[in-house]
Every structure is written in structure tokens, then in C-alpha cells.
């Protein structure tokens, strides 16, 4: 495939990720802050938000996999995931965190496990996401093209 | 002078502010690190409020200990939900000590809780921020603390 068309694919695909409400203006912020000095800041911030929040989502099916559940436990890890899927611009991760939060204050243990289920689901949903973007990134540069800005 | 730092003084000898962000998310740090080193500062990161304060030589074990680190902070960012010490009590023990209180203390926290807000900056917080950082906001922070001092 030719740059220009991979690049229509690139800004396309991009645009699709913001209308669905996967990225939201944060992932933006992250992209400007990119330049020459730290051409791979994305791909690192991103890469440590996967590393991360795979190890956050483990510890938490362990925690709410106790006899007597740690909700303060359960609670400090999704905030940090929440925190984490807000800085890069993961909307429905942080989103699916924010109900997730309010289960663990009513100790609810049903409701802790509906929402690690969907935490999940988005979480792996974003991650495949952001992966093809990455490989369209790439594909890109391989053929010689630069990545399009996309507002 | 005021030791409010970010002054017009440096700026004439051509100092780069040097910052020191606390923050027990990775994530974070790195985006908060390279946020100021787009405006042109030099970041020091802690991840936590003990690091912190060891790094400015006020660890509980480094009393009357003299620390270089110290003298060369002109700012200080810390996150506000910290385990073991809060971005509010890291605040405290930067405002008790002689050779730090005039270095101002930004908080920020993904939290938007009115009281928690007014406790930070009654309790000597420049500011207080919304996490995530944008760059507009990092480059307000700068511009409002050139303005300070000068």
C-alpha cells in the first residue's frame, strides 16, 4: 500500500478512536508533546500504561478473589488505574474505573466484579486499539512518509 | 530578593529552573517530567513523599545533615494521594523547614474536592492543579511563578 493511502488510513482510523470515545483530548496532549529530542514518547508512555495497568488488573482479580475482600486495597489500585487511563487519554478505561470506585465504598462485592469485568473488556479493547495505531504508525514511516497530524 | 525562585534573576543568568516532581504513579511521572522539560526546566523525580524529602535533605535522619539538593529546588510539584505521606503532609514538613519554606509547593490530584483545595493552599500551596497536566497548564505554572519575586 502507498504512503497516501496509508496515511488516509492512519487519520481515519485515528478520528474513529476519538468518535467512539476511546481517546479523548488527553491522548492529543500526550501526541504534541512528542518532538525530535523524544520521537518514541508515545510508544513509551503507552507501553508502561500496558505493563502497568496488566499487573494493576491481576492484583485486583486476586484482591476481590479473597475470603474477606480489601476494598481500601481494591479501591487504591483502581484509583491508580483510573489515574494512569486518564493521563494517556484512555476515556471509557477511566470512565469504566470511575463506577468501579463507587462499588468498592459500598463494599459491594458483586458489583466490585461486574466492573473488573468491564474494566477489562476496555482495557483490552483500548490496548488492541492502540496497537494498530501504533503498527499504522509504523507502516507509515517504513514507507517513507511522515505521520499526519490529526486534529 | 525573594527566594521564590522562577525569578527574573535566573532567568538573566540563563538557570534553567530545576523541579522536583512527586508522584507515586509511573505514568504520571513521566508525563509531569516531560510536561517541564518542554518548558524548559530540569526535572528531579521522587516517588514518594520520603524520597522527596531525603532528596532534599530532610529525611528523619538527615538532621543538620547539610544537602546540596536543597539550595538548587525552585519548585516543587507533588501529587496529593500518596501512600504513607500525602502531597498535603509533604507540604507541611517542606513548610517547616527553614531552608525549604520559601520554595513554592504546587499539589495536583485528579480530585476536584473544594476542601481538599482550600486545606493545600491554606496550608501554604502556590497552587493547585487537576490532574491530567496539559502543557497550558505547566506553562501557566511557569509564567505565574516568573511573576512572583520579580
Redesign the interface.
Known amino acids: 500500500m502507498e504512503v497516501g493511502q496509508l496515511q488516509e488510513r492512519f487519520v481515519d482510523y485515528t478520528k474513529s478512536l476519538f468518535c467512539e470515545g476511546f481517546l479523548d483530548d488527553q491522548f492529543l496532549q500526550l501526541q504534541q508533546l512528542q518532538d525530535e529530542s523524544n520521537p518514541d514518547f508515545v510508544v513509551e508512555v503507552v507501553s508502561l500504561f500496558f505493563e502497568d495497568s496488566e499487573k494493576l488488573l491481576n492484583d485486583l482479580t486476586k484482591t476481590l478473589d479473597q475470603q474477606f475482600v480489601d476494598y481500601k486495597r481494591v479501591d487504591a489500585q483502581v484509583h491508580q488505574l483510573k489515574g494512569s487511563s486518564s493521563s494517556i487519554g484512555a476515556q471509557r478505561v477511566k470512565n469504566a474505573c470511575i463506577g468501579f470506585r463507587n462499588f468498592c465504598e459500598e463494599q459491594n462485592i458483586e458489583g466490585c466484579l461486574r466492573c473488573l469485568h468491564q474494566v477489562k473488556q476496555e482495557y483490552s479493547l483500548v490496548k488492541n486499539k492502540l496497537q494498530t495505531l501504533f503498527r499504522l504508525e509504523q507502516q507509515i514511516v517504513a514507507a517513507g512518509g511522515a505521520i499526519p497530524m490529526v486534529e | 530578593m525573594d527566594a521564590t525562585c522562577l525569578s527574573k534573576d535566573m532567568a538573566d543568568h540563563g538557570e534553567v529552573p530545576h523541579v522536583l516532581a512527586v508522584d507515586d ?4 511521572r ?2 509531569v517530567e ?2 517541564l522539560k ?1 518548558s524548559s526546566c530540569k526535572v528531579t523525580t521522587a516517588e514518594n513523599g520520603l524520597r522527596a524529602l531525603e532528596y532534599l535533605g530532610l529525611g528523619d535522619d538527615q538532621q543538620n545533615i547539610s544537602n546540596d539538593n536543597c539550595s538548587k529546588i525552585n519548585l516543587i510539584i507533588t501529587d496529593y ?1 500518596m ?1 504513607g505521606m500525602t502531597g498535603y503532609e509533604l507540604l507541611k514538613k517542606i513548610k517547616e523547614s527553614s531552608m525549604m519554606r520559601e520554595v513554592p509547593v504546587v499539589i495536583m490530584s ?1 480530585e476536584n474536592i473544594p476542601t481538599r483545595i482550600n486545606k493545600c493552599l491554606e496550608g501554604g500551596a502556590q497552587m493547585f492543579m487537576l ?2 497536566l ?2 497550558s497548564d505547566v506553562k501557566k505554572l511557569r509564567c505565574q511563578l516568573m511573576n512572583v519575586g520579580s
Not at chain 2, 504513579?25 to 504520571?28: E, G, K
Open positions: 504513579n509511573l505514568i504520571d513521566k508525563l516531560k510536561l518542554n494521594c501512600p485528579s490532574k491530567p496539559k502543557q
